[in-house]
Each structure stands twice: as structure tokens, then as C-alpha cells.
């Protein structure tokens, strides 16, 4: 037979690169990155030149599965999809009669296209409890930008001449949609800035590098802030017509000198002066702001807000080669779109049941918080949680804590995971669905895609009996007798393909859809749209004051650190931070696919030669990693840049180790109590660790 390509979107990771399929015979056998795509431009990585071994994997869930003997003990036997859908509908039905719909829960790992088919299921049933990892990662990038300006922060790299990188790295993390654009504005000669205790491949590029103590990362924005406001470089046409609290952010920022931020983050103040002078000076900066990176701290809400405020003050916000105001072209239908939000759709009594609403009023209108979910299940409080869907979601080694994750999981009366493949987090199913791959299924992309909508047509049909979750929801729904939801997938593509005036068949022909960026829209619309109504960046903002935040964004030490609990720190003498993206793998996926597995196989501790030294451990040595919550066993991995004092471990690992989720996955040594005050982030990225050898 003859090939056939198939143009798509590659989805192993969030950076969506264009990718062009070869089949033969109904059969995938090759993938090329697409040239001609506006932001990978022919870019793949080796996840993606892996996809067929993840397709035809002989571990690969192809049936639906229903547990046999106690919950925990991963014995499943396969039943046909007709049962299993059955057996999920009655449940569903049965924990709706007695408990009410709010006791049904559902849970989504990081973003792919089934949100708005979701929150519209959960809609129809009855239930506002949706949870995702958000508050660990765009929740707070998010948030602060919708809160000070009304708007995300998101660069543009390509028309920069200066990026200032800020607990960002696009080659591991995103490098089929920010490196192309990253090269562009290098070779146009701008400047580059990275802030991250690690030394990336971009921060050996970057004219400053400022190595920061993990978690410190506040009172670095807070004196950027003061040195520019000092030494007048602000942009004063737009700080007086465009902004709010200007003066009372001037004299909250006062205290922050170059020498006390030495002090509180180990870079050395003649370079943060030189870093905070370059990017006030050169036109146009823009900030690129990571979404774990600045997402995962007990304020990080503070820190995007603060990072915002330095966009507005250097006249950077909503101007080309700065942040500019990207609009989805599919607006409210986009991904996360208010027209699919499940607390928008249900009536408001109904809504406000959300579980966390009362803690986290802000985040939680958009996300579940996890954590307060799993605090709602262990406790019965405000009201029993007896059942949880999980799509493509391996909670028990994503969230932190993952000991109370399983007690929490434990606790439920019914389990539903759709996986493609065995996990810890299916062990504990009592139903296991199998979805289609991105290969096999249609869908629309358009979240993070700046002024673009992607198509991802399906190329193949699933391996035999794997289906599209949003086909499972659809069918669910029929089976349900759920009220006011789509007959098919494609009706529920055609929906959200309506804001560009086409249907999915029609923007299947064209591939993408784009509609050009406007500048400074708030000169032509009401000013910014923050909900404060003042119409311009609020730099002090009364609506957080009146919530009981705080009105300007503060600094605060780690929860724990050698500064805020030295008793803690003698004996735990090492700063943690974990979840650096290896480009070999998205999270805890990827681990039984052969190729990347040779490329990474086992968790790596980065950590100082002399420091291993103090230890008696040398590269290559396994030691055991300690904190207050828990321990691993991780592998030396010898880094002469890392700061002595600090190491960093990934996160994902377990697959392939008896015990593995125990045994090396990092979330076993991460709390979950503290939350920040706005997002519910936890400090997954700033702990105190000792190691000693095994
Ligand atoms: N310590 C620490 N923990 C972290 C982080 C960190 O930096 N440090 N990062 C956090 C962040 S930012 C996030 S977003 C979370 C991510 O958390 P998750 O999204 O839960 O992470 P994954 O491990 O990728 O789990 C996804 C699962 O879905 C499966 N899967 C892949 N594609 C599909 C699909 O199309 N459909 C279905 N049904 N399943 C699929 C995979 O096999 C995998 O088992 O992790 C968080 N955890
Ligand atoms: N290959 C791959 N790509 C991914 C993912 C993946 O699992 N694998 N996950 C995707 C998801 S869901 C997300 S949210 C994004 C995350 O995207 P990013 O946030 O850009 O990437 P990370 O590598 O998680 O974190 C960025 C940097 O933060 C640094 N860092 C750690 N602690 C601190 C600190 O206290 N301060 C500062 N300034 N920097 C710190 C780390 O050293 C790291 O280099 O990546 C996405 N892309
Ligand atoms: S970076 Fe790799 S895995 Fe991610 S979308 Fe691009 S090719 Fe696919
Ligand atoms: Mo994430």
C-alpha cells in the first residue's frame, strides 16, 4: 500500500507542534514536524518521534476494565464497552439520588481538548465539582494577569529586544512553541534575562543570569521595581494615565535595595542593578513568566501580580514585542471559555456547592483545587464526596503528598480512570476506560495558542477498543437521559468552532485559523478589563483589598527555609526544588516507552560536587532524600552551576520500581498543608531536604 500523510497537531506535550502523520494501511509509521506551522515551524521532539510506540504499546489499555476482588490490588477483568458504561451510569445515577449530584466529582491532568465536553457533562448532571492541577500551574500565572489587567501575560518572544525569562525554560518545557520565537529575537539582537536557581540551556545564553534562592523570587520583582521607580525609568505617560496605586506601590517597594535582595536571594546586587537598569532601558521587553516555574509557591499569586506591575511601569503591556493581549479566535468557546464553565451553566445555588469555594473564593470559580478536595473526601465536610472521574490524570504522583492523595483515593466509593496506560492512580479504579490517542481522535486547539486556533483531525481510527473520551461522554450522557447535551462530538466541535464561522469539516480543510493581534486595545475599548472596574492596571487593588488580600504584593520567606525556620534547617540543610521539565517526558508519562527510557532513566538529584562531597556520595551514587513529609531514593547527577546549598529533583518518576510510586516518585516528600492565600499553590518548589547515602 501506498502512504497517505495526514496533517495535525502533536499532543504528547503542551507545546502542540504541527506534525505531519504518515499511515499505511490504517496504520501509523512516521511523523515529520510540520514546516509550515506559525510556532514549531518543523520542530519535534523525541516524545513525538516516539508516538508510535506509544500507539502500538503492548501495555497499551485496549479494553474497559472492571475491578475484580478488593480495591488496591490492580486485578481487572475486561468487560465490553456497553457494561462498563452501564455500570458508571448507574453509579453516577445512584450517588446523585443519595448524596446529591455534588457528591460525583471529576478531575482532569493537564489540559488536552475534553475541558469543554466536560464542564458541559457535569453541567447537564448536576455537579460544579471539576478539579485540575491549575493552582500548580497556569492558576497563578493566569490569575495575575486577569487581576491586575485583565488579561494573561504572555510574550512575544520573536519582535523582542530584550526577554526577560522568569522561572521559564522553553527548551524542556515548551520548545515547539517558544524556541523558534526565542531564536528569532536572539538573532534580532535582543537581550536576554533568566531568573532560575537552575542553570537552563537558555540561561547560558542569557546576558544575566540570576541564580535565585528557590522561593525568593518576590522580593527580586519588588526590587527590580524600586531600582527602575528610583532611578525614574519608568514609562511616566503610561504609570499616570494607565495605572492605579502608583505612588503607594513606590513606598511599598522603597525597602527593597539591591543589597537587602542579595541577602534574601544570593544574587549578587550589582547584577540584579544591571538587570533591573536593562530591562527598563531597552524597548520592547517582554516577560515570559513559567507556568510551573513562578506557579508553585505559597505567593504565587503575588509573584505574577508583581510581575505584572513590572510590565506595566516599563510600558511593555499590550505593545508589539512585549506582552501583548492575545485573543483566542474562538473567545468564550475557546478550551477553558466561560460559555462551557460548569459554575456558570449550573444554577447559582447549585454552583456555589463548589468544594473550596468558601477558602479560595478566586481560583476555585475557575479550578477545583485538589487539595480541598481530597480534605472533603477524608472528612465528610461540607458534605460526603462518594464518587471521582479521572481524566488523563495520574493524581497520586502529580499532587503534592502523594501518601494523603492514596488516603484520599481510598476513601471513595467509585473510582472511574481513563488512561492509556496502568498507573498507581488506576490501581485504586474500580472502572478503567481506554481513550483514543490524539492520533485517533478530532479536536480543536486553542489554549496557550496565542491569536490561533489549531485543527487536530484524527488520522487513524483507534486501535480496537479505544475510544475518544468525549465520544464517552456523549454516549454517557444518551445512556443518562442528561438533558441539553450534544448528540455527537462533531456537534460539539461545530459549537465550539462557531466564533470563526466554520464548521469542524470546514476548518478541517484549512488547518488553522488566526486573527491578527491588536495593540493596546485598552485605548480602544473601556481601558484594561480588571474587575475592579478602574480600567487601568491596578498596581494597588482595592477589589483584592476588599476580599481581605493583600491590596499590593508582598514578599514572604518560604514556609520553610533557613531563614523562617533555621531550628528546621539545621536539620535539614539543603533547599529542594523539584518539576524542572525534561524534554524526554511529559510528567509521570513516558517512562515505558523504550526510547525516551534510555534517554533518562532514572530520577537524577542535581546537587553541587562539593556539597555530594560533605555527604561522602559521588556522581552516580543513590541516596535517600529526606523532608518533613516523606523520603525517596534519587540518583547523585554531579551540577557545578546549581548553588551549593540547593539541589533539584524531577518529579514523574515510578514507573518500572516495585514500590515506585513510594519509592521515587518526589511527591511522597512534598506537603500539601500550606496553600497560597489566592491560588492554592503549594510549595512544591521550595522545601528544606537533607540526603543521606543508601
Ligand atoms: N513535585 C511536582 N509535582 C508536580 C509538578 C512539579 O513541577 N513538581 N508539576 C505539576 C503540574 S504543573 C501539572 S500540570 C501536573 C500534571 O499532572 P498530570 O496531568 O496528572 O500528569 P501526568 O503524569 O502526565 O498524568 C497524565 C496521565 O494521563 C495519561 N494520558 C496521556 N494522554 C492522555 C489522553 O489523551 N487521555 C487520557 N485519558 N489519558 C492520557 C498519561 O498516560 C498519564 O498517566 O503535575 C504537577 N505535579
Ligand atoms: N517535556 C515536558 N514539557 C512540559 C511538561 C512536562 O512534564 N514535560 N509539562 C507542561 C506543563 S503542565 C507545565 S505547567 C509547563 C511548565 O513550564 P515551565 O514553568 O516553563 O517549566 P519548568 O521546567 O517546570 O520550570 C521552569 C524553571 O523554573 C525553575 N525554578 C524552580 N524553582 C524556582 C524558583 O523558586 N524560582 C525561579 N525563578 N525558578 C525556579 C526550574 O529550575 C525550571 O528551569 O511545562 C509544560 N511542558
Ligand atoms: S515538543 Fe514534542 S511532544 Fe511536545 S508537541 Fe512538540 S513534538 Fe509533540
Ligand atoms: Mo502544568
Same mark, same amino acid.
Given at each position: 500500500m501506498a502512504s497517505e500523510y495526514v496533517k495535525t497537531i502533536c499532543f504528547e506535550c503542551h507545546s502542540r507542534c504541527g506534525v505531519i502523520l504518515e499511515k499505511v494501511d490504517e496504520k501509523l509509521v512516521g511523523i515529520k514536524g510540520d514546516k509550515d506551522?506559525?510556532?514549531?515551524?518543523?520542530?519535534?521532539?523525541p516524545k513525538g518521534k516516539a508516538f508510535t510506540e506509544i500507539i502500538y504499546h503492548p501495555e497499551r489499555i485496549t479494553h474497559p476494565?472492571? &475491578? @475484580? *476482588?478488593?480495591?488496591?490490588?490492580?486485578?481487572?477483568?475486561? =468487560?465490553?464497552?456497553?457494561?462498563?458504561l452501564d455500570v458508571i451510569c448507574e453509579r453516577l445515577l445512584d450517588i446523585r439520588e443519595k448524596w446529591g449530584a455534588e457528591s460525583f466529582a471529576v478531575g482532569t491532568g493537564t489540559t488536552r481538548g475534553v475541558p469543554p465536553f466536560l464542564h458541559r457533562f457535569m453541567a447537564a448532571y448536576g455537579s460544579p465539582n471539576y478539579f485540575s492541577p491549575a493552582h500548580m500551574s497556569g492558576g497563578p500565572v493566569s490569575l495575575g494577569g486577569i487581576m491586575s489587567m485583565g488579561f494573561i501575560m504572555s510574550p512575544d518572544y520573536g519582535l523582542s529586544k530584550c526577554?526577560?525569562?522568569?522561572?521559564?525554560?522553553?527548551?524542556?518545557?515548551?520548545?515547539?512553541?517558544?524556541?523558534?520565537?526565542? &531564536? @528569532? *529575537?536572539?538573532?534580532?539582537?535582543?537581550?536576554?534575562?533568566? =531568573?532560575?536557581?537552575r542553570r537552563t540551556p537558555l540561561a547560558r545564553k542569557a546576558d544575566h543570569w540570576l541564580r535565585i534562592r528557590p522561593g525568593t523570587d518576590i522580593a527580586l520583582v519588588?526590587?527590580?521595581?524600586n531600582i527602575i521607580i528610583q532611578r525614574k525609568l519608568y514609562d511616566e505617560n503610561f504609570v499616570e494615565n494607565w495605572t492605579v496605586g502608583f505612588n503607594r506601590l513606590r513606598d511599598h517597594v522603597s525597602e527593597y535595595t539591591p543589597e537587602r535582595c542579595e541577602e534574601i536571594t544570593w544574587i549578587p546586587a550589582r547584577q540584579i542593578e544591571e538587570a533591573a537598569v536593562m530591562?527598563?532601558?531597552?524597548?520592547?521587553?517582554?516577560?515570559?513568566?513559567g507556568m510551573a516555574g513562578a506557579s508553585q509557591a505559597t505567593n504565587a499569586f503575588d509573584l505574577n501580580r508583581a510581575l505584572v506591575a513590572l510590565g506595566a511601569i516599563t510600558g511593555n503591556l499590550e505593545v508589539p514585542g512585549g506582552n501583548p493581549n492575545y485573543r483566542s479566535p474562538t473567545g468564550r468557546r475557546s478550551c477553558?471559555?466561560?460559555?462551557?464553565?460548569v459554575m456558570r451553566n449550573l444554577p447559582p445555588e447549585q454552583a456555589e456547592k463548589r468544594i473550596g469555594l468558601d477558602r479560595f473564593p478566586i481560583i476555585t470559580r475557575a479550578s477545583g483545587i485538589p487539595e480541598q478536595l481530597w480534605k472533603a473526601i477524608l472528612e465528610e465536610k461540607p458534605y460526603p464526596v462518594k464518587g471521582l472521574g479521572l481524566f488523563a490524570s495520574n493524581a497520586m504522583c502529580s499532587y503534592a503528598n502523594s501518601k494523603n492523595v492514596k488516603e484520599a483515593l481510598s476513601a471513595l466509593d467509585f473510582l472511574l480512570a481513563i488512561d492509556y496506560f496502568h498507573t498507581p492512580t488506576t490501581t485504586l479504579a474500580d472502572v478503567i476506560l481506554p481513550p483514543a490517542h490524539w492520533t485517533e481522535r478530532d479536536d480543536v486547539e486553542d489554549l496557550m495558542m496565542m491569536n490561533y486556533v489549531f485543527c487536530q483531525p484524527k488520522a487513524v481510527e483507534p486501535v480496537p477498543e479505544c475510544r475518544d473520551e468525549k465520544r464517552i461522554l456523549v454516549d454517557l450522557a444518551k445512556k443518562m437521559g442528561l438533558e441539553g447535551y450534544w448528540n455527537s462530538v462533531e456537534?460539539?466541535?461545530?459549537?465550539r468552532l462557531e466564533p470563526i464561522g466554520m464548521n469542524f469539516a470546514e476548518f478541517k480543510g484549512k488547518g488553522s485559523f488566526s486573527k491578527p493581534v491588536v495593540y493596546k486595545t485598552y485605548e480602544k475599548m473601556k481601558g484594561f478589563r480588571t474587575p475592579s472596574g478602574s480600567g487601568k492596571v491596578d498596581l494597588y487593588s482595592e477589589f483584592l483589598e476588599k476580599q481581605g488580600y493583600s491590596p499590593l504584593p508582598s514578599y514572604t520567606e518560604p514556609l520553610q527555609s533557613p531563614i523562617s525556620t533555621p531550628e528546621l534547617y539545621r536539620l535539614y540543610p539543603l533547599i529542594l526544588t523539584t518539576g524542572g521539565r525534561n524534554v524526554v517526558y511529559y510528567h509521570s508519562a513516558h517512562r515505558n516507552i523504550p526510547s525516551l527510557r534510555k534517554l533518562s532513566p532514572d530520577p537524577q538529584l542535581d546537587i553541587h560536587p562539593e556539597t555530594a562531597a560533605e555527604y561522602d556520595v559521588t556522581d552516580g551514587d543513590w541516596v535517600r532524600l529526606e523532608t518533613t513529609v516523606g523520603g525517596v531514593e534519587i540518583k547523585i547527577h554531579f551540577n557545578d552551576d546549581i548553588h551549593p546549598k540547593v539541589v533539584h529533583a524531577p518529579h514523574g518518576y515510578w514507573h518500572g520500581a516495585a514500590d515506585g510510586w513510594q519509592r521515587l516518585n518526589i511527591n511522597q516528600v512534598t506537603g500539601n498543608q500550606a496553600q497560597c492565600p489566592v491560588t492554592a499553590s503549594v510549595q512544591t518548589r521550595s522545601m528544606l531536604c537533607r540526603i543521606e547515602k543508601i
Open positions: 506551522h506559525p510556532f514549531s515551524k518543523g520542530y519535534l521532539c476494565l472492571l &475491578r @475484580k *476482588g478488593e480495591r488496591g490490588q490492580g486485578q481487572f477483568e475486561p =468487560v465490553s464497552w456497553d457494561h462498563a526577554m526577560l525569562v522568569w522561572a521559564h525554560n522553553p527548551d524542556g518545557a515548551w520548545p515547539g512553541l517558544y524556541n523558534a520565537a526565542i &531564536r @528569532k *529575537g536572539l538573532k534580532n539582537g535582543a537581550k536576554l534575562i533568566v =531568573v532560575d536557581p519588588l526590587t527590580f521595581l530591562c527598563a532601558t531597552i524597548k520592547p521587553a517582554c516577560i515570559g513568566p477553558y471559555g466561560t460559555d462551557f464553565s456537534e460539539g466541535l461545530d459549537y
